[in-house]
């Protein structure tokens, strides 16, 4: 049996062991393993120029990727040009050809290549191997996902969150505010904190006097998870949908380390970075619709929360270096979403073996 195996029985099941948040190997590997075959989150469609360069995964992986628009669509291209290496675009721009500012090579929006100098006698020039390489990618609700190697398809990852919000405008979003956090603790601790209601009552008292704990909710899919918030007190009429029946945010996590957080205001979209096996980012991206509900609500006081959780997060990533701490247990009833977590990371390190 593998050391990182989690049974499919979360009543018999044991959570990862100690030694996948603090051994600098399991880090790297599930860098590979997890996170290069994954979706991340890249940016939103109408805040793009024809050319605009991104640091895919920044501070782990560090892929650089570029996003043209280009015959009605954006693509996720490779950033180094294939002549030798160097990085074609550093800033946002919005010209026709991509330019290599070394030795003059040219590639058209779509990748392919348009010219390079002084290459007459060079035999069987360009091949394929010469455009810039497409990664996949994906626009949902306007906002760009791509990744490397997915394994997983794109449909899987969002059917059940549009599903669940029917009746949400995204269109109506505008980017009001990013922010980035610096958390001293491995990524997957933050993710499974995210993934349970179980620690609300206890690390967040105003959010616990907003949010009804008897009827949180989680609903688990094949690469994502579901948890719905309901308010203590109903609003009535006074939210549209998705945000009806007392339903006062929608917190959906896409695997690895993206979260989708509803609000009757708008969406936060949470990006945990890796940076070490014991540093995480946390870039958040605030997206409102409506301004006068910015301040109402679970979704009224983002900041507060997650100082909450980082320092309940740090506090468990100096604790699970204990000598006497190795694997825990989990609720049945209560943390399903972190448990489901851990069975993901366990297939893909497994299958990465």
């Known amino acids: 049996m593998s050391r990182f195996e989690i049974d499919s029985d979360i009543r018999k099941a044991r959570t990862l062991p100690s030694e996948f948040y603090t051994d600098p190997v399991w880090y790297h590997r599930s860098l590979e393993a997890v996170f290069a075959r994954s979706w991340q989150f890249v940016s939103r469609i109408d805040s793009l120029n024809s050319t605009t360069p991104h640091n895919l995964m920044e501070g782990s992986l560090n892929e650089p990727v570029v996003l043209t628009r280009h015959g009605g669509r954006v693509r996720v291209l490779s950033n180094v040009c294939t002549h030798r290496g160097n990085i074609l675009v550093d800033q946002p721009q919005d010209f026709d050809l991509i330019q290599c500012g070394y030795h003059g090579r040219k590639f058209a929006r779509d990748g392919s290549i348009v010219s390079m100098p002084e290459f007459e006698q060079v035999e069987c020039f360009p091949g394929p191997e010469d455009d810039l390489h497409e990664y996949a990618s994906a626009d949902?609700?306007?906002?760009?996902?791509?990744?490397?190697?997915?394994?997983?398809?794109?449909?899987?990852?969002?059917?059940?969150?549009?599903?669940?919000?029917?009746?949400?405008?995204?269109?109506?979003?505008?980017?009001?505010s990013t922010r980035s956090y610096?958390?001293?603790?491995?990524?997957?601790?933050?993710?499974?904190?995210?993934?349970?209601?179980?620690?609300?009552?206890?690390?967040?008292?105003?959010?616990?006097?907003?949010?009804?704990?008897?009827?949180?909710?989680?609903?688990?899919?094949?690469?994502?998870?579901?948890?719905?918030?309901?308010?203590?007190?109903?609003?009535?009429?006074?939210?549209?949908?998705?945000?009806?029946?007392?339903?006062?945010?929608?917190?959906?996590?896409?695997?690895?380390?993206?979260?989708?957080?509803?609000?009757?205001?708008?969406?936060?979209?949470?990006?945990?970075?890796?940076?070490?096996?014991?540093?995480?980012?946390?870039?958040?991206?605030?997206?409102v619709s409506d301004g006068a509900l910015v301040n109402k609500g679970a979704g009224g006081d983002l900041d507060t929360v997650e100082l909450e959780d980082q320092r309940v997060v740090e506090s468990v990533q100096k604790g699970i270096r204990s000598r006497f701490y190795d694997r825990g247990r989990y609720s049945p009833l209560k943390e399903t979403g972190t448990h489901h977590f851990h069975r993901l990371i366990a297939s893909c390190l497994g299958e990465f073996e």
């Open 182 to 287: 610096k958390v001293s603790a491995h990524w997957a601790l933050y993710c499974e904190n995210y993934l349970e209601g179980f620690h609300i009552p206890y690390v967040h008292p105003d959010l616990n006097r907003l949010l009804d704990f008897s009827s949180y909710s989680t609903d688990l899919f094949e690469w994502s998870s579901l948890q719905t918030g309901r308010a203590r007190t109903n609003h009535g009429s006074t939210y549209t949908p998705p945000f009806t029946d007392g339903i006062e945010a929608l917190y959906y996590f896409v695997f690895p380390n993206t979260m989708l957080n509803l609000y009757p205001w708008g969406l936060s979209i949470n990006q945990v970075l890796p940076l070490s096996e014991a540093e995480t980012e946390v870039r958040y991206f605030t997206f």
């Open 140 to 176: 949902w609700n306007g906002f760009v996902f791509a990744g490397i190697d997915p394994i997983s398809k794109v449909e899987a990852l969002f059917g059940p969150l549009d599903n669940a919000s029917e009746g949400f405008v995204y269109e109506s979003l505008k980017l009001a």
